[in-house]
């Protein structure tokens, strides 16, 4: 039975891309929560889902099993943790930075993240952060619409480079 | 022993948000611009995943064979236990915002009420389903306010749609037996506790979108929890089932 230590296997799940957005890792985005060796033999990943109908989540699961076994690691237990909720606060500053080569503007940090604070009239506190394009840097840039290609995404147009581009949304 | 109550009072919260994802993938490729056709399947999609932590959690209780898909796909119309708000019809974009506006207002405060549930599974699927529906409100009485106010066709449809839907708005907060076991164990809340909360809301959103509230004394329909449809259910369950009906079992 061959051990692997705690970095070879943060390692080698670095490797497991986001099958949505092939430039960030599962690690990146803070979907592996933990990685524990269980009676010294079983390899317990803890994983969250990032939204709850996020079609990636059963791809990103199979990935990490697949990425595990071809290090050589024999018993692997995944299991999902719903609370507490994913938060793109989890996003590591690697990952951040990878998006915004991708294309993709990186998610402001989360306003007093306390579900207490939700505004639920959503009538107020709507002033939205100012979100830099990705391709030239300009922050003069608006909300085409709430939603993009994927749950994670919403479009933005820079005013400035008058090019679209997808900003990733703080949840 | 099975846990009936909780297991009754989960599948209403998975049928809320099962039929509501279906109607609302109805839009699909049909949306009246690309950015509501986009909002409105992303919203379908959360809601869709929202079902399945219900309906799991529902299966779990039970213990039987059956999964979240067969409490999806093998049930019929009378064993739905979905509010009559959720089936009704798209009708034209103002209907299924307003809709929406009625359904996000009440889930919110619903799913808030929730992360203090005894039970804590329930309170997490509360917490994770939250984030998500709170920004579905958001879109939602945006939306409403920029169309109530707004041309005067579109203030007209808009007020059309809160005056045809609002009979079905009250049922959310009408306490029968199982609601009451269910308070009584600290699961969750009275749904009468929360109606005062969503006339507040409600009011404050109409006014921003200059449109009239109707009576809080109306006269309410009822029936869809304890599993009496209106007669769009069982269309939309026909095309909804239709996989597992003509092929029982099929997978992927």
Known sequence: ?171 | MMDTEKFNWCLRAGDNTLVLSQRLSEWCGKGPALEEDMALTNIALDLLGQSTLWLSYAAKIEGLDRDEAGLAFLRDTHEFHNVLLVEQPNGDYGYTLVRQLYFDVWHTLWLKSLLNSSDTHIAQIAEKSLKEVSYHLRRSSDLVIRLGDGSDESHTRMQRSVDDLWMYSGECFIDDALDKVIADRQVAPLPSSLKEEWFATIQGIFSKATLTMPSKDAWMQQGGKQGRHTEHLGYLLAEMQFLQRAYPSASW
């Open chain 1, 1 to 171: 039975m061959v051990m692997f230590t705690s970095e070879q296997l943060w390692e080698c799940l670095s490797t497991v891309c986001d099958p949505e957005i092939p430039a960030v890792s599962v690690v990146d985005l803070g979907i592996v929560r933990s990685l524990t060796w269980q009676d010294d033999e079983t390899c317990e990943v803890i994983i969250t889902p990032t939204y709850s109908g996020c079609p990636a989540t059963q791809v990103i699961t199979e990935s990490i099993e697949q990425a595990l076994q071809s290090l050589g690691v024999e018993k692997i237990s995944i299991q999902t943790q719903l609370s507490p909720a994913w938060t793109t606060d989890w996003m590591s500053a690697a990952g951040r930075e990878k998006l915004k080569a991708f294309g993709i503007a990186p998610p402001a940090h989360c306003v007093s993240s306390e579900l207490s604070s939700i505004d639920i009239s959503g009538l107020n506190n709507r002033t939205l952060p100012d979100i830099e394009c990705p391709q030239c840097g300009s922050s003069h840039t608006r909300l085409l619409s709430q939603f993009g290609s994927t749950a994670c995404k919403a479009l933005y147009r820079c005013n400035d480079c008058l090019e679209p581009f997808d900003y990733f949304k703080p949840h």
